[in-house]
């Protein structure tokens, strides 16, 4: 028996051996292709690049994995406490495998085979760190062994911590999140020290399987998991029994957040900046690099700038009359689903989508559009309003070319009509104003003339109606609004604002063809000074001074200033007929507005990568000693202004002098009213009144806008851009201002102001009624005799007086040096 029982001992330790051998060579084997466990030092996984306002708001995120890196210093011991809870007890205590999990996992599967249940797992955190980063995921047993063998060596290389803080910002969380932060935000709206300990279990339930327990599809399932790894955390000591099932006894409260910009109102400009970056950098850098983006947006002027250009299109395009509704359904039923499943313009959140039920001669019966469920069904719920006749009157007209009009409600609606409306009154008010998405479009933008961050834009009436920018992107006839540059030109080049240009007609002969410019209106004034011909925009007279001046001169300082990159000398574009974008000319308005200083428009004022290092910062301007360490009676530290002066600061005060006069007698009097502040700007209308512009600044603030048709069509008659274009302007600005401390514009040194009268631009007789206040350049000044341009010599004084009604009333009036 004793050499029996030897034998087979013998035969057992040989088996064993040879076993532990085929091991040993297999591990050997399986061993040598393993990946190297190092370049999780460098790991450097994608992350969303993030977009913030001026203020520091979150406007966008731009990501194929909505992750945002943090330390794992940053992550909160509750947070930490649901993950090791819900996915490894042990971990602070084995050495990459838990055997005890192992052994009890193989127990609980042998009980539960052939019983249909999902095998038990037993996959340490250091495991699930070796699969996610360095193995793939198929179910074979050469990969568990690798995971294995690659859990032992990363825990011998990387501490405990590190190894978590891989896992946190790797796992996939469901809703294109990954990382805790990511999920923190896309689930909660939150910051993850934010997170109360229900939503931290809930999150520690999901890389489990974020399919099986989405929030939405299975609500049911979500909540049993979370409140499994409740019950483990209280197991384990992290969290009190009264704690717990208070947090049990919570909703799961997810708010998931959507992929558009978080800031409202910001969808153009976010847009904007997304291209730039693109450009800038490239797609992969975008949607992976982790930048973080500090824009020049100011949120609140951008709902100034919005509300503003909406109140101008929707005022113009309500006098037009009525579209027609969005669309017909059938309210013979519940009409619940179908209006549930009309889009409405998620950007426009005043207005909502209703269906008319009934129709009198005196109000209109609708029903709201209801609310669907996170799973998708419609509420029950049927909410229910009225529309006045009084409150839909500019509905009777019909804008669709047949002239149709109403005389009460019942022809303008009826049952089924799917239409916008805007509630009257406070909440719970059931009395509601017809609207309706307007047809004519625009684009807004504004700007501190001093650094050329902009501040808002506006690309359109909703973002969810078009997404093309009108700000940036549509290409316009910027019409008069492009004179100031033809007078610039002409006040750097020996002309003053007292210079008289005959206001007459003119025919403009080039190869074969006849060009007849014409004033808006056709009327003619006759000879009249240039400070008459920016005020009251005479075509005539720029046409006569830009052919006077040269057209290759005027083409220089359009592509200076930057409204064109390359401008075609011809003189039809001294009237504004090249095409340019808003942005362009409110950034060239700006150099006019800041004395002169070319200045680069941006939308971004900084940008740091995933490091925090900073590649790219608009600001140029030095301060040599702005860093200084410590205070030693030194001079204060001096911003150095490099940019290039493009412009003659005198020159520069004077188009705004002139500018001014628009404002004030110009095209725009009486549309802009910004109490005592300084003002100037410039009106635009292209051929047929298809553009109405108007672009204008105080010393702080240039902001310039167009309405037009994306289709350019007549605006109609009055389409002006004093008309439609400066009250917009008007509106946005007593807005955007009404906290500025008022300011002046500067005056240059040695710029001499002298009385002059306006209509002959000679000098003032004393008690003179047409007398203003005129600026002069050194050496220059009001003219003794009436020299004027266009014509082929001085004219006589009695032809002065029969082509000149201005001329003559001034002599009534006893100007003096007249003649």
């Given amino acids: 028996m004793i050499r029996l029982f030897g034998y ?12 532990a051998a085929a091991v040993a060579i297999y591990i050997s084997h399986i061993s040598e292709d393993l990946p190297d466990y190092a370049v999780l030092n460098s790991y450097a996984p994608p992350v969303a690049t993030r977009v913030h306002a001026g203020n520091g708001a979150l406007m966008a995120e731009y990501a194929r994995e909505r992750r945002l890196f943090l330390p794992i210093q940053a992550v909160p011991d509750r947070v930490k406490a649901a993950f090791l809870s819900a996915e490894d007890k042990n971990f602070y205590n084995h050495p990459g495998v838990d055997l005890g999990g192992l052994a009890r996992a193989m127990v609980v599967n042998l009980q539960n085979f052939g019983s249909g249940r999902r095998p038990m797992g037993a996959s340490t955190i250091t495991q699930q760190v070796a699969k996610n980063f360095l193995l793939s995921s198929d179910q074979t047993i050469d990969r568990k062994i690798k995971e294995a063998i690659l859990s032992f060596r990363i825990e011998q290389a990387y501490s405990k911590d590190k190894i978590l803080e891989l896992y946190l910002n790797e796992i996939f969380f469901g809703l294109n999140s990954y990382g805790i932060a990511g999920a923190s935000l896309t689930y909660f709206n939150k910051s993850v020290t934010e997170l109360t300990i229900a939503e931290a279990a809930y999150l520690a339930s999901l890389p489990k399987g974020p399919a099986n327990y989405h929030p939405f599809r299975h609500p049911e399932a979500a909540l ?34 959507g992929n558009g910009p978080s800031l409202f109102a910001s969808d153009y400009f976010a847009e904007a900046v997304r291209r730039q970056l693109i450009d800038q950098y490239g797609d992969k850098v975008l949607y992976e690099g982790g930048l973080s983006v500090r824009t020049s947006l100011d949120p609140q002027m951008q709902l100034y700038a919005r509300k503003a250009l909406q109140d101008g299109l929707i ?12 669309k017909q359904i059938d309210v013979a039923a519940d009409w619940g689903p179908a209006l549930a499943d009309i889009p409405a313009l998620s950007d426009v959140p005043e207005w909502k989508l209703a269906v008319v039920l009934a129709v009198s001669s005196e109000s209109v019966d609708i029903g709201l559009q209801p609310d669907k469920q996170s799973n998708g069904k419609v509420v029950a719920e049927r909410t229910r309003g009225m529309i006045r006749a009084e409150d839909m009157k500019w509905a009777y007209r019909s804008a669709n070319g047949d002239r149709k009009t109403a005389t009460s409600p019942q022809g303008a609606l009826q049952p089924g009509d799917v239409v916008y409306v805007e509630p009257i009154g406070g909440d719970g008010s059931n009395t509601y104003r017809l609207r309706q998405p307007p047809k004519v479009q625009g684009g807004l933008v504004a700007m501190d003339p001093k650094t050329g961050r902009v501040l808002a834009m506006v690309g359109g009436f909703s973002y969810s109606q078009s997404e093309f920018n009108r700000a940036t992107q549509a290409m316009r006839q910027p019409g008069s609004s492009f004179k100031p540059f033809v007078y610039a030109a002409a006040m750097d080049n020996g002309y003053t604002p007292a210079s008289v240009i005959m206001d007459a007609p003119i025919e403009i002969v080039s190869g074969g063809q006849v060009w007849r410019p014409e004033n808006y209106g056709g009327e003619t004034a006759g000879p009249s000074t240039l400070r008459s011909g920016i005020e009251k925009s005479r075509n005539l007279m720029t046409v006569r001074l830009a052919n006077d001046l040269g057209m290759n001169i005027v083409a220089e300082y359009a592509e200076r200033f930057g409204v064109y990159d390359h401008m075609l000398p011809v003189l039809a574009m001294s009237l504004g007929s090249g095409e340019t974008t808003v942005l362009r000319m409110v950034s060239a308005y700006s150099v006019i507005a800041n004395g002169g200083k070319q200045i680069k428009p941006t939308l971004i004022d900084r940008i740091q990568d995933r490091y925090g290092k900073t590649i790219f910062r608009h600001e140029e301007r030095l301060c040599d000693n702005c860093n200084a360490g410590d205070w030693q009676n030194q001079d204060e530290p001096q911003v150095v202004d490099n940019r290039e002066q493009v412009l003659d600061p005198m020159t520069a005060y004077q188009i705004t002098s002139m500018m001014q006069g628009v404002i004030k007698r110009g095209t725009a009097a009486g549309k802009i009213d910004l109490g005592d502040r300084d003002v100037a700007g410039k009106t635009g209308t292209t051929n047929d009144e298809k553009d ?11 902001a310039g806008l167009y309405l037009g048709f994306d289709s350019p069509a007549p605006l109609g008659r009055g389409g002006t851009g004093g008309v439609l274009a400066a009250p917009v302007f008007n509106e946005f600005m007593q807005q955007a201002v009404k906290d500025m401390p008022a300011s002046k514009f500067v005056i240059p040194q040695g710029m001499n102001l002298m009385p002059i009268n306006r209509k002959t631009g000679m000098a003032a007789a004393e008690g003179d009624p047409d007398t203003i206040i005129e600026a002069f350049k050194p050496g220059t000044g009001p003219a003794d005799s009436l020299s004027v341009i266009g014509m082929d010599s001085t004219m006589a004084p009695e032809e002065i007086l029969k082509t000149s009604p201005q001329a003559n009333q001034a002599v009534q009036s006893g100007a003096g040096g007249l003649f």
């Fill in 315 to 326: 005022s113009y395009d309500e006098r037009r009359g009525f579209h027609g509704p969005v």
């Fill in 224 to 257: 049993e998991r979370r409140n499994w790894v409740i019950d483990r955390m209280v197991e384990n000591g992290y969290v009190g029994q009264s704690d717990g099932a208070e947090a049990k006894q919570q909703p799961l409260g997810v708010v998931a957040r």
């Fill in 692 to 702: 109405a512009w108007f672009v204008g600044y105080t010393p702080d603030l240039v």
């Fill in 8 to 19: 087979f001992f013998g035969l057992a330790c040989v088996l064993f051996l040879g076993v």
